[in-house]
């Protein structure tokens, strides 16, 4: 504060006779200092109370109470009990949280609080706190505003209440993002670059870039990270990863892990068995879809890109299977197709549609939260490789006296399986095609062994990348080694490839470009028959 003071000067006698003369007052117009550029023709009605410093380039009108405390952290370190709502997978919130460092301190606790309690701690400690209204600012028509630093260029029009937290625009000047609008009431809170508007409730909630908050959503305890939409619902303890979607009232995101998510309405999870409390949480991983009025009793884990309908009380496992359809039955047991979403044409649209919904490009922002849009990728296509694996043992299985296989919670039928393993063939022989249909299969070391990899919250990498980021003894080192796999992503894709795919899948260019096609046409007559149906229902609708 001392060279921000430095600014700033102490009011004249005739200043202050104008600003009476405007309706304002004050008890003590010596705590009150401008700057040169102040235009005291605009302040009217205000009255002032403690230490106030007030520039040229900001803008407020009709605001019931502006406050700031001295000591104020303004959201900075707030709790989120994200996951688990008793606590025990706290994220404490800052600006410049990327979804990536958030997904280790939730996912492994005894890190965060053991080796990582320190450095997380003096991050937070350490973190300045920007306790002021930046140049460009405009709040007009809101009601209470207690210890929330406003960065530059933010919008705050028609808020309920706002208190203790960080409105953050790190936008290039006249591209700014960051905004709060009509009825929002938000506590302990930062919003970086995202909007929050229309009614929305905010409690204990970090709110990242291009994530649009609206339409009487309400969130707790909850982190929402790039580029996710939520509105009407409900989330509680929510890692929304990005690319998160929600549109629909009576839809309840709790205790979970997404990314790449589309909820359906009437979206239901259950994280409370009224035994120890809501105690339960799952991962719902990337790209998975509900349908209307899907409910998943937690904990359970959801393979990649599957689509999730009925009942589910059998806390299913189906992170080997993706690709797959899921169904409830009657009792609430899982019954799996397994890549059955590989023959929908939404897939490959939904892959091309997200880099062109990034609501952070062309604003240059230095941005947070890495993310990596292939759908067919080193984790979904090793899974896919371990599935064909574990398909052929479960063939060789007898069935149930209901006809069914089962496994790990989950229900398949014979017939399922049989498609299923065809089907990832296609999928892994289609992902080979377009990693070496130009340069070829990369050389195969002898003895190498292929990396395991990790989806860290939108970002691939190998799993050795990640540990080497957690053996850090700083968060920005940490943040460097996530940008160092970020950017070398195609190189350590093609290291793998080399040392993942044997002879059996080493096949000649001819033999895999033929697989791919047959992978092509599949998705293609599906894009052609969605559109006759589509066409009929037009006839039958027409005037």
Known sequence: MTTLTQQYKPLRWWEIRKLEENGCICNDWSRVRVSDGTDFNRIRNVRFAGDILIGADVTI????????ETEALCGLGAEVCVLDETGSRSVRIYPGLSAQLAMLIARDPAWAQGPAKDMLEEHINNFPVDRAIGNGAVIRNCGRIFNVAIGPEVKIEGASSLCNGMIINNAAHGRGFARIGAGVDADNFIIEDGAVDSGAIIRNCYIGQGAVIEKGFTAHDSLIFANCSLENGEACALFAGPYTVSMHKSSLLIGCQTSFMNAGSGTNQSNHMYKLGPVHWGILERGVKTSSDSYLMLGAKIGAFS???????????SSQFPFSYLFGDDRGATVVVPGAMLRSC????????????????????????????DVLNPLTVDTMLAA????????????????YLRYRGMKFTRAALERARHLYELAIYKYLHLHTAENGFPPREPGSEATQWVDVAGQLMPRASMRRAMEKESVEEMEETFDKAFRHYPNLQRAWIASRFDDRWRRTPEVIADYAAEFDRMIDEDRHKYLDDLAAQNEMLKL
């Open 61 to 68: 009108e009709n605001v019931g109470l502006l406050e700031m």
């Open 307 to 317: 689509l999730l309908m009925g009942q589910h009380k059998t806390h299913p496992d």
């Open 346 to 373: 939404g897939l490959m649209r939904d892959e091309k549609k997200w880099p062109a919904r990034d609501r952070r490009q062309k604003r240059k922002l230095p941005l947070h939260d890495r993310i990596v849009f």
């Open 388 to 403: 064909v694996d574990v398909i052929g043992k479960l063939l060789a299985l007898p069935a149930d006296d209901d006809r």
